[in-house]
């Protein structure tokens, strides 16, 4: 098994590379003078002679690549200047905020989607089967940013369960207690729309399975039926669920930007849209970067997974 | 084209879509020619106006701008942003697919990896990426939604094509001088186009989505100017004291998407030709029972008796009757042998007796099957659960297919031994290794930490027939146990089954095509033919002088142990297709000696000698066959 963590952290190294090339790429599409970009209403002609040292912009594009990538790699995303601080300093304030939101989104979305999906395969054409579609159609329709927008006004202001926006109370004690009645609309919010994915797929992985020769098996030995369905059928419908979840994981994730937003979150998401509307180019790209290593990291979690589940993937 | 239609309009809730969509784009069509105020028109003394007010249907917004006309205006310009994007990436990305799958070699290598790394990002992070380098702006987010779902379209499009260009017509063409270009305009194109139509029209909706949501983040739309996802925007700021003007524009997106999924979904269903014939349906705990008459009666004191049972298929208005009225018996420590061809209605008999037979389709209309006093056939599932394995067990045919792949051989046969038995797992450990032993397996305690990918197929046959002992049954059922396996295999399979027959006194109900198989380990033989029994007798009776024809074919057919799978279709003809069951003798139109009479009406399984029974009106005289 280690050495199959191993192999899938070296393969990761190119998709890493790859990112950052398109990244950089995207960047340079940037129109105009690129220091003078950057810097905004701070474009002094020493700020952007600095600048141009730095980075090495009055260079050509690849040579800026690897001062970059080398920059980088030592750690240094550059500079925020509408921030005055280091990038990565003010990503990895935010990060923690947008991990505990997206973590816990996708774990709601895991556990809902999975249960709803093998409910719905076992009660296929049943009540239960047509109540989970309906819903699960109208999720996934619906905008995660109105829907956070309509859970605020009947949750927070009509029924008064939980706060409105925010992570933590301005005033007052900071506990996992506060922290959870201030997660609990926003983690839902942004799990509605995978929730929906992954239970229609978890659905049809299901029904797939539940068609095979072991569960037929499984049922001749009397083995009892919810275990026929949630350990034999869901065990191996697992197999195809699990890449799903990867790809959803990549939806919450950036899809966090919208609840962030709507519920006022300090998270990543907010900084980024932020630092586009103020063109902080620099924080832009070093938070871009930094999320997408960490969705690529995250997928080579999934990939070990799936492995441990199955045997049959050599490791 | 027609029937596809047809089909759609059949799924109400696409239709629903259908006109829901159609609907909100003609009304975008015409926004224009509506009496409406100007969008864009402010009115800050009237702001906030409640929805029904006089002059605003729907109220004002914030700056006491028409909500109405905003929202007829706003939904125009959000589907034509998304049905834009739509394009934009399909005509891109199918494009980039072609050439990469048409070409394919170090150009397909190429773009592929270039499309596995923007595929490598979260989704909405590439899109405010592009965003923040271009600037926000209505064009910008769109040329941004568009760009992130090229790879979607590039990736899928290339697979087709891929397909298409190894084909005959595409060599014929280039053989016929046609440059590559010319190839792909008039051979590969008008092939994919379908698919990319489809694709199209299932990523619009996220489209629409994606693009409200960039303008909803103030990177899309700038002011005035206002699709739906930057009135919600606005309208956030308000939305405690107003929500109205959040509710409008967010239903309507609502409104729109669902449609779209609606209809897309519709389109798939019609599409897939597996839901059409009903094969997506998931078999239920145990067999329906519809049982058209009273149960007959238990006739024998045999430990299993099988009495009229009748198992059809319903398949949409068509009814397959694969068992047709079967009685059977087995006494303890018997061993009775089912034999016929494939679809004769032998494994459906077997597996209906542990209401075993995948419903639906499969439904048992007859009928009864009595073991240890009760009549299985409509008991209560926790009664056909409890019985399973314990009492009855069976051994299924393809042990690659009817193992757990994931599950260690252990652990199944552990399971096996706790379902019904309250024991510790370590003495469930204990006796599942005395279990592989008694099956003759080498290695046993290592081999309980085996997968089933792990083992060959005479090894897993094994582990099945273990899991079928495990709670010491009284009948074993075995389906075809040994028609996966090569010929050696087979016989030491049969050998271990014939030793724990006598060991155990177990009861076995043999199903099979072969009659070697069944000289081998049976002392009773019934032959099936189109889900009725035509013969039935002792083993060495039938084997010396069978008396239906059908049966003396079968015999001919099997010089040695294990070699009449291949000999089988030296029958002349198939056997009849059980939904059109010709009046009459079943095997009337491959038998040699058919009458008239044959084909009149229906025929008794009648008694011959002491313990025999035939069903043919011209039963084969004795003759003493030569081996
Ligand atoms: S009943 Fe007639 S057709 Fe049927 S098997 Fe006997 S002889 Fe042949």
């Not at chain 2, 939305?239 to 109205?244: A, F, G, S």
């Not at chain 2, 979904?265 to 067999?287: E, F, H, I, N, Q």
């Not at chain 2, 004191?301 to 047709?324: C, Q």
């Amino acid at each position: 098994m280690t050495g199959y963590i191993l192999k899938r952290l070296v393969s990761a190294i190119p998709v890493l590379l790859g990112i950052s090339v398109i990244v950089f790429l995207i960047m340079a599409m940037i129109p105009g003078d690129p220091a003078t970009a950057i810097l905004g209403s701070y474009a002094t002609p020493e700020n952007v002679e600095k600048l141009n040292r730095d980075l090495g912009l009055d260079q050509g594009l690849v040579a800026r690549y690897f001062i970059w990538l080398g920059n980088m790699l030592q750690g240094d995303f550059g500079r925020s200047f509408a921030l005055n601080r280091p990038v990565l300093d003010e990503v990895l304030d935010r990060f923690g905020a947008t991990l505990i939101l997206a973590g816990t989104s996708f774990v709601l979305c895991s556990l809902l989607g999975i249960a709803a999906g093998v409910i719905s395969a076992a009660r296929q054409y049943g009540v239960a089967d047509k109540a989970i579609t309906f819903v699960v159609l109208l999720g996934i329709s619906i905008p995660s940013f109105f829907l956070g927008m309509m859970m605020i006004l009947v949750f927070a202001v009509q029924l008064r369960w939980f706060p409105v926006s925010g992570m933590w109370p301005i005033y007052g004690d900071r506990n996992l207690g506060v922290l959870l009645e201030h997660l609990a609309m926003p983690a839902f919010a942004l799990s509605v729309v995978a929730t929906g994915v992954i239970a229609r797929l978890a659905r049809s992985a299901m029904l797939e399975v539940l068609r095979q020769d072991f569960i037929r098996t499984a049922r001749a030995k009397g083995v009892r039926e919810r275990q026929v369905i949630w350990r034999h059928a869901l065990r191996a419908a697992m197999v195809s669920i699990i890449p799903i979840l990867g790809i959803q994981a990549g939806f919450v994730l950036s899809g966090a930007v919208y609840i962030e937003m709507v519920f006022q979150w300090p998270g990543v998401g907010r900084m980024l849209v932020d630092a586009i509307l103020k063109r902080d180019i620099l924080l832009v790209q070093g938070g871009v970067v930094f999320i997408a290593a960490c969705y690529v990291i995250f997928n080579i979690m999934v990939d070990v997974a799936q492995a441990l589940l199955d045997p049959r993937i050599k490791t | 084209m027609m029937a596809f239609f047809r089909l759609l309009a059949r799924n109400r809730l696409a239709l629903a879509g259908l006109v829901v969509i159609g609907i909100v784009v003609v009304l975008a069509l015409i926004t224009p020619l509506l009496p409406l105020a100007d969008p864009d028109v402010t009115d800050t003394p009237n702001r906030f106006q409640p929805m029904f007010s006089a002059g605003a249907l729907l109220g004002t917004d914030h700056l006491g701008r028409d909500l109405l006309s905003r929202l007829m205006w706003g939904t125009r310009l959000s589907l034509a942003m998304g049905f834009a994007a739509a394009v934009i990436a399909a005509v891109l990305g199918s494009a980039i697919g072609i050439i990469a799958g048409f070409y394919g070699g170090r150009t397909d290598n190429v773009i592929m990896r270039g499309v596995d790394m923007l595929m490598a990002f979260p989704y909405i992070l590439l899109a405010l990426a592009i965003v923040a380098a271009l600037g926000p702006g209505l064009m910008n987010a769109l040329i941004a939604v568009a760009a992130v779902n090229v790879p979607f379209f590039a990736r899928n499009i290339r697979g087709i094509t891929v397909g298409i260009a190894h084909k005959e017509f595409v060599d014929a063409a280039r053989l016929a001088g046609m440059r590559n270009r010319e190839i792909i305009l008039a051979e590969v194109l008008p092939n994919v186009l379908p698919v990319i139509v489809i694709a199209m029209s299932t990523t619009v909706g996220w489209m629409i989505l994606e693009t409200a949501g960039l303008s909803f983040l103030g990177l899309g739309s700038q002011p005035p100017q206002a699709d739906l996802g930057s009135m919600l925007g606005e309208a956030r700021s308000a939305l405690i004291t107003n929500p109205h003007t959040s509710i409008v524009p967010g239903a309507m997106i609502l409104v729109i998407v669902m449609g779209i999924n609606l209809l897309g979904d519709g389109v798939r269903d019609a599409l897939d030709p597996r839901l059409k014939s009903g094969a997506l349906s998931r078999p239920m705990p145990a067999t329906t029972v519809d049982r058209d008459g009273p149960a007959p009666a238990a006739r024998t004191d045999s430990l299993l008796d099988i009495a009229d049972l009748r198992t059809e298929f319903r398949v949409r208005n068509r009814v397959y009757k694969a068992v047709g009225g079967v009685d059977l018996h087995v006494e303890k420590g018997e061993c009775l042998g089912i034999i016929g061809e494939s679809g004769s209605g032998k494994s459906v008999t077997a597996l209906s007796v542990m209401g075993l037979v995948a419903s639906p389709p499969g439904v048992i209309t007859g009928g009864a099957v009595h073991f240890d006093g009760q009549d299985l056939v409509g008991a209560r599932y926790e009664v056909l659960r409890s019985l399973r394995g314990r009492r009855v067990a069976y051994i299924f045919q393809d042990p690659q297919a009817t193992l757990h792949p994931l599950y260690k051989a252990g652990d199944q046969l552990i399971e096996a031994i706790r379902t019904h038995e309250d024991v510790s797992r370590e003495a469930a450990h204990r006796r599942a290794i005395s279990l592989l032993k008694s099956v003759r397996i080498p290695n046993a305690e290592s081999r309980m930490e085996s997968y089933p990918y792990e083992m060959s197929g005479g090894m897993r046959q094994r582990v099945g027939i273990a899991m079928a002992l495990a709670n010491d049954p009284d009948v074993i059922i075995a389906d075809e146990p040994t028609t996966a396996l090569d010929v050696t295999v087979q016989a030491q399979i049969l050998s271990v089954l014939s030793d724990l027959r006598r060991e155990r006194g177990l009861a076995i109900i043999f199903i099979t095509h072969d009659f070697g198989v069944v000289g081998q380990l049976c002392d009773r033989v019934a032959v099936m033919y189109a889900g009725r029994i035509v013969e039935e007798g002792p083993t060495a009776a039938v084997l010396r002088s069978p008396q239906h024809p059908y049966t003396s074919r079968l015999i001919d057919c099997v010089p040695t142990l294990g070699g009449g799978q291949r000999r089988l279709a030296a029958i002349p003809g198939l056997p009849p297709v059980v939904d059109r069951l010709p009046h009459g003798c079943a095997f009337a139109d491959r038998c040699d000696k058919a009458q008239a009479e044959c084909r009149a009406g229906s025929i008794a399984l009648a008694p011959t000698e002491p313990a025999r029974k035939v069903r043919c009106l011209f039963p084969e005289v004795a003759k003493e066959r030569s081996a």
